[in-house]
Nanobody, 124 residues
Framework: VQLQASGGGLVQAGESLRLSCEASERARGRNGMAWFRQAPGKEREFVAAVRRFTSAPYYADSVKGRFTISRDNAKNMMFLQMNSLKPEDTAVYYC??????????????????WGQGTQVTVSS
């Protein structure tokens, strides 16, 4: 397994969760790491991304101001702090790693390594 995501669970609206993603040796050197999510019956969508050297974050408009992505290169970890969760945040969350360019950093095409996903369920 190249990437191992964890931290999902069942919470109520307004609560918080912190997702973690541990990268394998193969994934560690990748420039970009990201979170995507997929709700039942919907396509996988971009959530947030962070680049290795600049640490500049990218967010989907739907999570901006509520989610924070971070990366600990020394520990080969990536995190997604999710606050003020909403029922529409319910999905399987996937971590991904790759070498995206600016035009693909929000696209799944920019990432070649994927984790197995962790379920996040937000009840109203």
């Amino acid at each position: 397994v190249q990437l191992q995501a964890s931290g999902g669970g069942l919470v109520q609206a307004g609560e918080s969760l912190r997702l973690s993603c541990e990268a394998s040796e193969r994934a560690r050197g990748r420039n970009g790491m990201a979170w995507f999510r997929q709700a039942p019956g919907k396509e996988r969508e971009f959530v947030a991304a962070v680049r290795r050297f600049t640490s500049a974050p990218y967010y989907a408009d739907s999570v901006k101001g509520r989610f924070t992505i971070s990366r600990d290169n020394a520990k080969n970890m990536m995190f997604l702090q999710m606050n003020s969760l909403k029922p529409e945040d319910t999905a399987v969350y996937y971590c991904a790693a790759g070498d995206p360019i600016i035009s693909t950093i929000r696209s799944s095409n920019g990432y070649s390594l994927w984790g197995q996903g962790t379920q996040v369920t937000v009840s109203s």
